[in-house]
């Protein structure tokens, strides 16, 4: 069975907690929000490098990478999978464009 957001987010949760030497979560937790933030960044910037080049394969293990790291960042807030959803459900059939407009100060 393929494995979903939601499946990764409940491994993160259960493995924040775990032995920073045998769980890369546990480690990455440990070095604080700062750092984990840090590497959100890193790996944001790695799927535009890689996107840019047309490189897809790299496109697609730095995109995983991304969003595994942020999953990390959103634990470490207490901010689940589904707090996004909901706000990508409350935008649902809003488009980008009218919404923009829609913004005084923009
Ligand atoms: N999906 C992932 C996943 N994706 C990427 N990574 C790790 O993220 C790290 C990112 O690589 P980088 O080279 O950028 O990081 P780094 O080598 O630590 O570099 P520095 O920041 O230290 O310079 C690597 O160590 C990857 O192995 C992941 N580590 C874990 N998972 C999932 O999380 C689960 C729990 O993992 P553990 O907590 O390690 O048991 C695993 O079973 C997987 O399902």
């Known amino acids: 069975m393929r494995a979903t957001l939601f499946d990764l987010e409940q491994t ?3 493995r924040r907690n775990a ?16 750092k984990i933030a840090q590497k959100v960044g890193e790996e944001a910037v790695e799927t535009v490098i890689a996107a840019m080049a047309s490189d ?3 496109t697609i293990s730095e995109s995983a990478d991304l969003l595994f790291h942020l999953l990390l960042l959103l634990a470490d807030l207490n901010i689940s999978l589904d707090d996004v959803l909901d706000e990508l459900d409350r935008r649902e059939g809003v488009s980008g464009i ?3 407009a829609s913004r005084k100060d923009d």
């Open 12 to 14: 993160i949760r259960q």
């Open 19 to 34: 032995d920073p030497g045998q769980s890369y979560v546990a480690k990455l937790t440990a070095r604080g929000r700062g």
């Open 56 to 58: 897809r394969q790299g």
């Open 98 to 100: 009218a919404e923009k």
